[in-house]
């Protein structure tokens, strides 16, 4: 007689796996804020807003790319991180924070965050969208997402729980 077994493993996505993810964001911006604050430039308060909210916006599954550093003139520096969420399901490593590159010239430059929806924005009706917007931690204005001041984007590392996940990158070149 044979015996057969299988196994289910069906985690479901919930506010403890958007705060691991989130709090990885926040290290880096805590190492970003260490190597490039003039003085704490971003604050200690503005990261834990940002921690926040990507924490509430991965809850609902709407993050598209989420963007934190510097911009000069209009342009993203060098000193800059990028997020982006990946699609439920889509197996990535749980890699640890950091490796963020220092000595990047950001005379000029202010730090500031540019974040886009995912899919799932578009087919929440204006409601749901409101209410969103409404308990986020920031409220957010539109605009358009800035360009590089030169180089591109590199994939570098990826954090993720229960499922889901965002994949980091920083700018070479």
Known sequence: ????????????FSVTHAR??????ATDLKRLQRLYARPLDPTDQRIDEFEHELTHLLKHDVVGSV????????????ACVRYTALPGGQLQADDDPGKIVPGHDI?????????????????LGATKQAEIERTSPLQRTSGSAPPLEKGYWDKDLSYSAGGRGVVRSTVKG
């Open 1 to 12: 007689m044979s015996t057969s077994y299988s196994i289910s493993d069906s985690e479901s």
């Open 20 to 25: 691991k993810i989130a709090s990885k964001v």
């Open 67 to 78: 963007v934190y550093g510097y911009q000069r003139n209009g342009q993203w520096t060098k």
């Open 107 to 123: 005379a000029g430059a202010t730090f500031t965050s540019s974040l886009t929806y995912n899919s799932n924005w578009s087919t």
